[in-house]
């Protein structure tokens, strides 16, 4: 029987990765990603998971525990956020060249200078080109789901990637809701036990981490086969998911009144539920807006977004992060997507960096700045929200 | 294979003998003692029969068998290419 | 002997320098560890001759990613290892850059969680993947492409880092030190880990021909001088036991070792006489140290 009981984000996390029976855990604590390995520490202390809780030195040796874990052909996983995940960066390359199905989470939080705590998504973007697969969620519940379904992507064999879970620190990870946990049986069926292609074993000694002269361009062309494969099985694992535990998040994008919207705006992360208050509210006034989430940022569901917002007139895409000197990552990426195809314009508004607060108030804002861009045909380059002037001197 | 991954000893398929400038030949003074097997970085000394064989598809004639021979049994000749 | 009859474990057409230094280390210490291994390498000359895409020279399960990780890539080895309720030996090999400079912290990170691991150090005295620019393993005096000797210069100013001591420091249960020209003691101690639990701590002198500047017949011949003279001690700490040190009967002078190198012929001319006595001088000082 599945349980509901409101816990803090984090604790959905470690629960999520408890259900999924992983054999090594490596981590090393970084705010605010501290919750979910101190709440997996304590369930190994207890007994209550199987597995060798590796603690470490550093995210470098974090990340790089959990390669050798995973190349040993057992199911690993790690939790990183901001510097912690840039310091992880060159192990990610190196873990996704070489294929190797380990589950992190990506505690989303900006990155210095200058210092703070503050989350958006300035640390994932930095590990846009990895190889990593990146899912961003909502809130607790998805936050649960899509670990357990993460397991399930990176390890198929068709696949075998990283997959990044990304979920915004603190305001997911620190808060507190009511989050339905899956029986364990249940888990175990939809996830069964990792079968590695290959691994690590004296029985059948092999070579990992060659070095290659020649063969580079189609090392790193397989993993882009093998994201775009991916394009069809995460929306085929949230089926199944939902299949068997009735829950669906969406698949690659999720859409809400997107069907007859002029303005769709689209988001990744938790700002996607204040999106859809300020949608409902927006509604009643008769502004035909919608909500384009995309869960999946990498791989990026190109085609996805065009055939959900093509009847639109412009699509206002937020970025929680800045391209410095192209703009925000999502909205280029967007752009890129609808290029030369019949597609509405596209709004990039630069909106909720360093943790600045997504009102209602600003949401209309990107309406206002959508509606004057749709009625005089100029679209700025990049629109600004919430931008406290004083601090520009 | 996926990720880069490869086979074992797959090394045996490249020749490096085609490197080799000196050539080292054992003479019948060789006992097979075995130090030339030992200290042969390239792994292409066999002792059989109480003899040093050495494998020319391999060997970068780098001379050091010569060297550490202790009765001085292998000689070490300029490669006719 | 036992140990030379064991089986070859680095296939030939592997891509060493003739005359590697490194090699020879390599193929000692996998006849002394056997089948039942995994090793972990980092970046480095060996992770490069070893390991060409489709040829790889070895027999045993290996893995390298980075450059600095080896010892973290190591202990999650040994942690699946163990969740998989499976025994093999894990061991890194890694160069002296890969272990004095920058793969130094995950090193020690492995040593403080006290896992099964035995981390072997072939210690070629700098960067020779790279074209030979000097690490802290680089010896005082020696001359590399970025501590050159020069009209101001007599090569790298600085002492060779006590890595073996940084060891003991954190406790471990085994620390040797060990040369490719001694196989017979080097093997002995690699076969050695296999019975101590815990994490343990080989550092192999391996002479570089190009780096040091000899011709590639020597290596062994060197490798012997630098023991011979005391700038190289060879012993090994077990714990709870007292140091046991590679005793050398006549001592030769460290001219005969400097000579024979041209990263150290600099030191020869008159004028940098000095230094050549100050080497002399840390090999005095090994001899009193240790008891060699």
Same mark, same amino acid.
């Given at each position: 029987?599945?349980?509901?009981?409101? @816990?803090?984000?984090?604790?959905?996390?470690?629960? !999520?990765?408890? /259900?999924?029976?992983?054999? &090594?855990? /490596? !981590?090393?604590? @970084?705010?605010?990603?501290?919750?979910?390995?101190?709440?997996?520490?304590?369930? +190994?202390?207890? %007994?209550?998971? *199987?597995?060798?809780?590796?603690?470490?030195?550093?995210?470098f040796?974090?990340a790089s525990?959990?390669y050798g874990?995973s190349a040993?052909?057992?199911?690993?996983?790690?939790?990183?956020?901001?510097?912690?995940?840039?310091?992880m960066s060159e192990v990610l390359y190196a873990m996704a060249g070489t294929r190797l199905p380990?589950?992190?989470?990506? &505690? %989303?939080?900006?990155?210095? !200078?200058?210092?703070?705590?503050?989350?958006?998504?300035?640390?994932?973007?930095?590990l846009r080109d990895t190889g990593l697969?990146?899912?961003?969620?909502? %809130?607790?519940?998805?936050?649960?789901?899509?670990? @357990?379904? /993460?397991?399930?992507?990176?390890?198929?064999?068709?696949i075998l990637l990283p997959?990044?879970?990304?979920?915004?620190?603190?305001?997911?990870?620190?808060?507190?809701?009511?989050?339905?946990?899956?029986?364990?049986?249940?888990?175990?069926?939809?996830?069964?036990?990792?079968?590695?292609k290959y691994r690590l074993?004296?029985?059948n000694p092999l070579t990992y981490g060659a070095y290659a002269d020649d063969e580079v361009p189609e090392f790193r062309l397989m993993m882009h086969f093998a994201q775009e494969?991916?394009?069809?099985?995460?929306?085929?694992?949230?089926?199944?998911?939902?299949?068997?535990?009735?829950?669906?998040?969406?698949?690659? @994008?999720?859409?809400?009144?997107?069907?007859?919207?002029?303005?769709?705006?689209?988001?990744?992360?938790?700002?996607?539920?204040?999106?859809? *208050?300020?949608?409902?509210?927006?509604?009643?006034?008769?502004?035909? &807006?919608? &909500?384009?989430? +995309?869960?999946?940022?990498?791989?990026?569901?190109?085609?996805?977004?065009?055939?959900?917002?093509?009847? /639109?007139?412009?699509?206002?895409?937020?970025?929680?992060?800045?391209?410095?000197?192209?703009?925000?990552?999502?909205?280029?990426?967007?752009?890129?997507?609808?290029? %030369?195809?019949?597609?509405?314009? +596209?709004?990039?508004?630069? !909106?909720?960096?360093?943790?600045?607060?997504?009102?209602?108030?600003?949401?209309?804002?990107?309406?206002?700045?959508?509606?004057?861009?749709?009625?005089?045909?100029?679209?700025? *380059?990049?629109?600004?929200?919430?931008?406290?002037?004083?601090?520009?001197? | 294979m996926i990720g880069a991954v490869c086979k074992a000893a797959g090394s045996l398929q490249y020749k490096t003998g085609t490197w080799r400038d000196?050539?080292?030949?054992?003479?019948?003074?060789?006992?097979?003692?075995?130090?030339?097997?030992?200290?042969c970085p390239d792994s292409c000394?066999?002792?059989?029969?109480?003899?040093?064989?050495?494998d020319y598809d391999y060997c970068k004639g780098c001379?050091?068998?010569?060297?550490?021979?202790?009765?001085?049994?292998?000689?070490?000749?300029?490669e006719?290419k | 002997?036992?140990?030379?009859?064991?089986?070859n474990l680095l296939a030939a057409g592997h891509r060493a320098c003739p005359g590697c230094g490194a090699a020879i280390a390599l193929r000692?210490i996998l006849?002394?560890?056997?089948?039942?291994?995994i090793v972990v390498s980092a970046t480095g000359c060996v992770e490069t001759f070893t390991s060409p895409y489709g040829m790889s020279a070895w027999e045993v399960p290996w893995i390298h990613s980075l450059f600095e990780n080896s010892?973290?890539v190591a202990?999650?080895v040994?942690?699946?290892?163990?969740?998989?309720?499976?025994?093999?030996?894990?061991?890194v090999i890694s160069g002296d850059g890969g272990t004095?400079d920058i793969g130094?912290?995950?090193?020690?990170?492995?040593?403080?969680?006290?896992?099964?691991?035995?981390?072997?150090?072939y210690?070629n005295?700098a960067y020779m993947n790279t074209g030979v620019q000097?690490s802290?393993?680089?010896? =005082?005096?020696?001359?590399t492409t970025t501590? #050159?000797?020069? $009209?101001?210069?007599?090569?790298?100013?600085? #002492? $060779?880092?006590?890595?073996?001591?940084?060891?003991?420091?954190?406790?471990?249960?085994?620390?040797?030190?060990?040369?490719?020209?001694?196989?017979?003691?080097?093997?002995?101690?690699?076969?050695?880990?296999?019975?101590? =639990?815990?994490?343990?701590?080989?550092?192999?002198?391996t002479?570089c021909t190009i780096g040091?500047?000899?011709?590639s017949?020597?290596?062994?011949?060197?490798?012997?001088?630098?023991?011979?003279?005391?700038?190289? #001690?060879?012993?090994?700490?077990?714990?709870?036991?007292?140091?046991?040190?590679?005793?050398?009967?006549?001592?030769? #002078?460290?001219?005969?070792?400097?000579?024979?190198?041209?990263?150290?012929?600099?030191?020869?001319?008159?004028?940098?006489?000095?230094?050549?006595?100050?080497?002399?001088?840390?090999?005095?000082?090994?001899?009193?140290?240790?008891?060699?």
């Amino acid at each position: 029987m599945s349980t509901i009981s409101v @816990i803090e984000g984090s604790m959905a996390v470690a629960q !999520a990765v408890k /259900a999924c029976r992983p054999g &090594v855990i /490596a !981590a090393y604590p @970084i705010s605010p990603q501290t919750h979910i390995v101190e709440f997996l520490s304590q369930f +190994v202390a207890d %007994n209550e998971m *199987d597995t060798k809780y590796v603690r470490v030195d550093a995210e470098f040796s974090a990340a790089s525990a959990v390669y050798g874990s995973s190349a040993t052909g057992v199911r690993s996983y790690t939790a990183s956020s901001s510097q912690g995940l840039l310091l992880m960066s060159e192990v990610l390359y190196a873990m996704a060249g070489t294929r190797l199905p380990v589950v992190l989470t990506g &505690v %989303n939080r900006t990155v210095s !200078a200058p210092i703070t705590i503050q989350p958006d998504h300035q640390d994932t973007m930095a590990l846009r080109d990895t190889g990593l697969i990146q899912l961003h969620v909502e %809130n607790s519940q998805e936050a649960y789901a899509t670990h @357990i379904q /993460a397991f399930k992507l990176a390890e198929d064999h068709d696949i075998l990637l990283p997959v990044m879970v990304c979920m915004d620190g603190w305001i997911l990870t620190h808060s507190f809701e009511p989050v339905k946990l899956e029986d364990q049986e249940k888990v175990d069926e939809f996830l069964p036990p990792f079968v590695p292609k290959y691994r690590l074993d004296t029985k059948n000694p092999l070579t990992y981490g060659a070095y290659a002269d020649d063969e580079v361009p189609e090392f790193r062309l397989m993993m882009h086969f093998a994201q775009e494969r991916a394009k069809e099985k995460i929306e085929k694992i949230a089926r199944e998911y939902e299949a068997k535990f009735g829950d669906y998040f969406g698949g690659l @994008i999720d859409t809400y009144r997107c069907d007859d919207a002029e303005i769709v705006m689209v988001a990744m992360g938790s700002v996607i539920g204040t999106l859809k *208050d300020a949608v409902d509210k927006l509604r009643k006034e008769n502004i035909k &807006v919608g &909500v384009l989430k +995309v869960r999946s940022y990498r791989p990026f569901p190109g085609e996805e977004i065009l055939s959900a917002v093509k009847g /639109a007139k412009m699509v206002a895409v937020l970025d929680k992060s800045l391209s410095v000197g192209q703009g925000g990552p999502l909205a280029t990426d967007v752009k890129a997507a609808l290029a %030369n195809k019949q597609a509405p314009p +596209v709004l990039g508004c630069i !909106a909720g960096m360093g943790g600045r607060d997504m009102s209602m108030v600003l949401i209309r804002e990107i309406i206002e700045k959508s509606q004057k861009a749709i009625t005089t045909g100029k679209i700025p *380059d990049i629109e600004y929200i919430a931008l406290k002037r004083q601090y520009l001197e | 294979m996926i990720g880069a991954v490869c086979k074992a000893a797959g090394s045996l398929q490249y020749k490096t003998g085609t490197w080799r400038d000196n050539r080292p030949e054992v003479t019948d003074k060789c006992n097979g003692c075995g130090i030339c097997e030992t200290f042969c970085p390239d792994s292409c000394i066999t002792i059989e029969n109480k003899k040093c064989i050495i494998d020319y598809d391999y060997c970068k004639g780098c001379g050091i068998c010569a060297n550490e021979c202790v009765r001085k049994a292998i000689v070490m000749r300029e490669e006719r290419k | 002997m036992v140990l030379a009859e064991r089986e070859n474990l680095l296939a030939a057409g592997h891509r060493a320098c003739p005359g590697c230094g490194a090699a020879i280390a390599l193929r000692q210490i996998l006849r002394a560890l056997g089948r039942d291994t995994i090793v972990v390498s980092a970046t480095g000359c060996v992770e490069t001759f070893t390991s060409p895409y489709g040829m790889s020279a070895w027999e045993v399960p290996w893995i390298h990613s980075l450059f600095e990780n080896s010892a973290s890539v190591a202990s999650g080895v040994h942690a699946a290892l163990e969740f998989l309720r499976e025994k093999s030996s894990v061991v890194v090999i890694s160069g002296d850059g890969g272990t004095f400079d920058i793969g130094m912290g995950a090193m020690s990170g492995m040593f403080e969680r006290k896992q099964n691991i035995t981390y072997i150090c072939y210690d070629n005295e700098a960067y020779m993947n790279t074209g030979v620019q000097g690490s802290s393993a680089t010896p =005082y005096g020696s001359s590399t492409t970025t501590t #050159p000797a020069g $009209k101001a210069s007599f090569g790298k100013i600085q #002492p $060779k880092k006590d890595m073996p001591a940084i060891a003991l420091a954190h406790d471990v249960d085994y620390v040797a030190t060990a040369s490719i020209a001694y196989p017979q003691d080097l093997m002995k101690k690699v076969a050695k880990t296999k019975e101590i =639990y815990g994490p343990k701590y080989i550092q192999v002198h391996t002479p570089c021909t190009i780096g040091w500047g000899f011709d590639s017949s020597k290596t062994v011949e060197v490798g012997k001088l630098a023991v011979e003279t005391g700038l190289v #001690p060879i012993y090994e700490v077990e714990k709870g036991k007292p140091m046991v040190v590679k005793k050398v009967k006549n001592k030769k #002078p460290v001219e005969e070792y400097l000579r024979f190198q041209t990263r150290f012929r600099h030191l020869l001319k008159e004028e940098q006489k000095d230094i050549a006595n100050q080497i002399q001088a840390i090999c005095d000082k090994n001899i009193e140290r240790f008891g060699i």
